[in-house]
Structure formats: C-alpha cells, structure tokens
Nanobody
Framework: QVRLVESGGGMVQAGGSVRLSCATSGRTFGNYVKAWFRQAPGKERDFVAAINWSGGSTGYDDSVKGRFTISRNNAQNTLYLQMNSLKPEDTAVYYC????????????????????WGQGTQVTVSS
C-alpha cells in the first residue's frame, strides 16, 4: 500500500520559516515527479511547487517564488519544502503529491497529473 505522510507543519509568525517533509512508503517514487499543493479554507487545492525525478528541475507558483524551496532525497524517499519569509496568506493545509507517470516537469501544476496524495499538514502563519 502506497503511503505519503507529511510532517513539519505548525504555527509560525509572519516572517518565520517552516520545513515540511513528506515520507513515502510502499512504493519507490525516485523516478517520478513530486509536488506540493496547498488548500486554504473555502478555496481550491492550489499548486505550490514541483520537482523532477532527479531534483535538477523545479517549478514554483509565482506567489512563493523566491521564498519556498522544494527538494528531494530519493535514497530516503523523502520530499521537502523549505518555506521562508512566511506570510499570513500562506496559511493552508499543505499536501504532498507524487506522479506515477511523469519523470520530468510537464503540466506539473495540474492536480490531475498526480496519482498519490498525503493526508496534509496544517501551516498557520500569524500576523
């Protein structure tokens, strides 16, 4: 059974930093694209960042570019999201996602291209 488990969420003040992790088990996703999405109350689940199979190519939503960094450790089947200079509008449940189809970034902002999802971790940024 495939499992993606996020951790690292919590409460932080504006301007602070948080590092999210996503551990995968049950299947090795070392050869496929992984991503982070987020969902604020009453809103759609939106793309945040994606990374290709090797970690050599990344993509970000404009709202987080320059503040967030996505990375991965394939040997440990773990995905990371380093979030700096956090703003109250970053408050959301953050989900990691994995594709079983794509190795490189292609339509990587589309939720439909990801087959596996974690349960989410809450990040709350206070002003």
């Amino acid at each position: 059974q495939v499992r993606l488990v996020e951790s690292g969420g919590g409460m932080v003040q504006a301007g602070g930093s948080v590092r999210l992790s996503c551990a995968t088990s049950g299947r090795t996703f070392g050869n496929y694209v992984k991503a982070w999405f987020r969902q604020a109350p009453g809103k759609e689940r939106d793309f945040v960042a994606a990374i290709n199979w090797s970690g050599g190519s990344t993509g970000y939503d404009d709202s987080v570019k320059g503040r967030f960094t996505i990375s991965r450790n394939n040997a440990q089947n773990t995905l990371y999201l380093q979030m700096n200079s956090l703003k109250p509008e970053d408050t959301a449940v953050y989900y990691c996602a994995a594709s079983s189809t794509y190795r490189n970034l292609y339509s990587y902002t589309d939720r439909g291209n990801y087959n596996y999802w974690g349960q989410g971790t809450q990040v709350t940024v206070s002003s």
